[in-house]
């Protein structure tokens, strides 16, 4: 292999982990609520990745946010309820009410076993 192959190779793999990063912030900012443009031009144009590394520090000191099923809202993960279409998040305890986590088998209040 001659060394222009070499560098073409080089370049050529360096340029699609840039696009790959990106499009990885660019998601990654959707789902947190983030400001998808300037991340995903931030992470494109900083030289030597210095824009994902960025991305990474601002990433996570704020705290993640989900979307409204119904009307793609950006929401905090503790909101029973989508602020803007009024949308049941989370389900609650038939017995207390207790928003419950989707992992959880029974209720931490009442100990009532999910989904009876």
Known sequence: MTDAQIMTITFSSIFLIHIILAI????????????????TVLTLVVPN?????????????T??????????????HDDLYC????????????????PLHETWIVCPKCAKPVGE
């Open 49 to 61: 990745f210095f824009g994902v590394i960025m991305y990474f520090i601002v990433r996570t000191q």
């Open 63 to 76: 705290s993640s946010k989900k979307v409204c099923h119904q009307c793609q809202n950006n929401i905090n």
């Open 24 to 39: 990885f912030v660019y998601r990654d900012a959707k789902k947190r609520g983030l400001n998808t443009k300037l991340w």
């Open 83 to 98: 602020p803007k279409c009024g949308a049941n998040q989370m389900e609650t305890c038939n017995r207390c009410d207790q």
